[in-house]
């Protein structure tokens, strides 16, 4: 397979040199905007691809796997192992297939209106998968062809343009920013779940004292401690900070009871991380939050690759979470993944925490927010306002 970049002023144009060269069969692997020192080359650079005659574009190498000696199990890091591999192999296709539709999709539309061009080459440069861009910029592109009966939404007009695409990404965006204020004669409790490292306690945190200041009810903060040493000592210090109440319970049987004491109180259960190889350790704690009717919501690194986003909201649905946490919001400047997590799952956001700061760096994941950033200049430096007007 041969590999080659090629800079131009735009991703069609790229594309229109790659083709001159490689013949109709290249294939667009990559395409973004240059850096700052390599902006004289072009305004995008484009990676393509020519396959060998004999390979197509879904045929990855034969994976060479160490066999069990005879009479030998595969081990749990043989079974790990291979999961890896796969989840890699998973990422590569994606990767592909979003390149062969971006290159599909930009001979399509290449006669149509530069906006609908940019806006999905800005959209795939965020890193929302092809097919959900594709449909974004079809719906908000059938008002600007001229197919809708709203006469203001005309080819060529840029600023209505930016504000209906906006629209439609805050259309499939969901939200659902309010914890424990829908009725405060009751109890709600409400438990952060995830990976290690994901940042719930600090989640955790930065919501006790926003509702501490906000809410006209008691805060109660619970750490699940049985399942590792030590990890509620950062809860508890900023639990004393804040003034709040705090449990860290060594036996998940004394939840109950914890419960039972703060019946009017919002309740928030920082639950200790899991690897994927603790699954059934977290099955075993998510019959226990449903036993007691605690509503789980799972927290997200955004910064993350997106198959690991994928990785991880699999081996955590078993714990039914009615929403989601984005974290790490400051360790990326793309938020694609973010509304494909949000589509792919049919689950709303609620929050987005972006930076350590307790309790400053977390606000409401409103759906306008959420569109603001997936087309942010950040995202892909569009040339137009893409915020709506």
Same mark, same amino acid.
């Given at each position: 397979?041969?590999?080659?970049?090629?800079?131009?002023?735009?991703?069609?144009?790229?594309?229109?040199?790659?083709?001159?060269?490689?013949? &109709?069969?290249?294939?667009?692997?990559?395409?973004? !905007? %240059?850096?700052?020192? /390599? !902006?004289?080359?072009?305004?995008?650079?484009?990676? $393509?691809?020519?396959?060998?005659?004999?390979?197509?574009?879904?045929?990855?190498?034969?994976?060479?796997?160490?066999?069990?000696?005879?009479?030998?199990?595969? %081990?749990?890091?043989?079974?790990?192992?291979?999961?890896?591999?796969?989840?890699?192999?998973?990422?590569?296709?994606?990767?592909?297939?979003?390149?062969?539709?971006?290159?599909?999709? #930009?001979?399509?539309?290449?006669?149509?209106?530069?906006?609908?061009?940019?806006?999905?080459?800005?959209?795939?440069?965020?890193?929302?998968?092809?097919?959900?861009?594709?449909?974004?910029?079809?719906?908000?592109?059938?008002?600007? #062809?001229? !197919?809708?009966?709203?006469?203001?939404?005309? &080819?060529?007009? $840029?600023?209505?343009?930016?504000?209906? =695409?906006?629209?439609?990404?805050?259309?499939?965006?969901?939200?659902?920013?309010?914890?424990?204020?829908?009725? #405060?004669?009751? !109890?709600?409790?409400?438990?952060?779940?995830?990976?290690?490292?994901?940042?719930?306690?600090? $989640?955790?945190?930065? =919501?006790?004292?926003?509702?501490?200041?906000?809410?006209?009810?008691?805060?109660?903060?619970?750490?699940?401690?049985?399942?590792?040493?030590?990890?509620?000592?950062?809860?508890?210090?900023?639990?004393?900070?804040?003034?709040?109440?705090?449990?860290?319970?060594? @036996?998940?049987?004394?939840?109950?009871?914890?419960?039972?004491?703060?019946?009017?109180?919002?309740?928030?259960?920082?639950?200790?991380?899991?690897? %994927?190889?603790?699954?059934?350790?977290?099955?075993?704690?998510?019959?226990?939050?449903?036993?007691?009717?605690?509503?789980?919501?799972?927290?997200?690194?955004? /910064?993350?690759?997106?198959?690991?986003?994928?990785?991880?909201?699999? @081996?955590?649905?078993?714990?039914?979470?009615?929403? =989601?946490?984005?974290?790490?919001?400051?360790?990326?400047?793309?938020?694609? &993944?973010?509304?494909?997590?949000?589509?792919?799952?049919?689950?709303?956001?609620?929050?987005?925490? @972006?930076?350590?700061?307790?309790?400053?760096?977390?606000?409401?994941? #409103?759906?306008?927010?959420?569109?603001?950033?997936?087309?942010?200049?950040?995202?892909?430096?569009?040339?137009?306002?893409?915020?709506?007007?």
């Amino acid at each position: 397979m041969k590999l080659k970049s090629f800079f131009a002023s735009s991703v069609e144009e790229a594309l229109s040199d790659a083709r001159r060269e490689f013949g &109709p069969e290249a294939v667009l692997v990559q395409s973004r !905007r %240059t850096s700052a020192e /390599s !902006r004289e080359l072009g305004e995008y650079e484009v990676v $393509c691809a020519l396959l060998p005659q004999d390979e197509g574009p879904f045929a990855p190498p034969p994976a060479k796997l160490d066999r069990p000696a005879r009479g030998q199990a595969s %081990t749990s890091a043989d079974v790990q192992r291979l999961a890896g591999e796969l989840a890699e192999l998973k990422n590569c296709m994606q990767r592909l297939q979003t390149s062969i539709v971006l290159s599909g999709t #930009t001979s399509t539309v290449a006669g149509a209106p530069a906006e609908i061009r940019e806006a999905l080459a800005l959209l795939l440069a965020a890193e929302v998968e092809a097919d959900l861009a594709q449909q974004i910029v079809g719906e908000a592109g059938t008002h600007l #062809t001229g !197919r809708a009966a709203d006469e203001d939404f005309i &080819p060529g007009n $840029c600023a209505r343009f930016a504000t209906l =695409l906006h629209r439609h990404v805050m259309r499939l965006s969901a939200s659902r920013p309010s914890l424990g204020e829908e009725n #405060t004669a009751r !109890r709600s409790v409400v438990a952060l779940v995830g990976p290690h490292g994901a940042g719930k306690t600090s $989640c955790i945190a930065k =919501l006790a004292a926003r509702y501490a200041i906000g809410l006209h009810r008691g805060i109660h903060v619970v750490a699940l401690d049985e399942y590792r040493v030590g990890g509620s000592e950062q809860l508890r210090a900023y639990a004393s900070i804040l003034g709040v109440g705090f449990d860290a319970l060594n @036996n998940d049987g004394l939840l109950s009871r914890v419960l039972a004491e703060h019946e009017r109180d919002l309740v928030l259960v920082d639950v200790p991380g899991f690897s %994927t190889s603790e699954m059934d350790l977290a099955a075993r704690v998510a019959r226990r939050l449903q036993a007691e009717e605690i509503e789980a919501q799972l927290v997200l690194p955004v /910064s993350l690759r997106a198959t690991d986003l994928r990785r991880i909201s699999g @081996n955590f649905a078993v714990f039914k979470p009615a929403s =989601l946490i984005f974290t790490r919001m400051d360790e990326t400047a793309t938020y694609g &993944p973010l509304l494909n997590e949000i589509v792919r799952t049919g689950k709303p956001a609620s929050f987005l925490s @972006n930076g350590p700061h307790v309790p400053d760096d977390i606000e409401p994941a #409103t759906r306008a927010r959420i569109a603001d950033l997936v087309l942010s200049k950040a995202s892909g430096g569009a040339s137009v306002s893409w915020a709506a007007a």
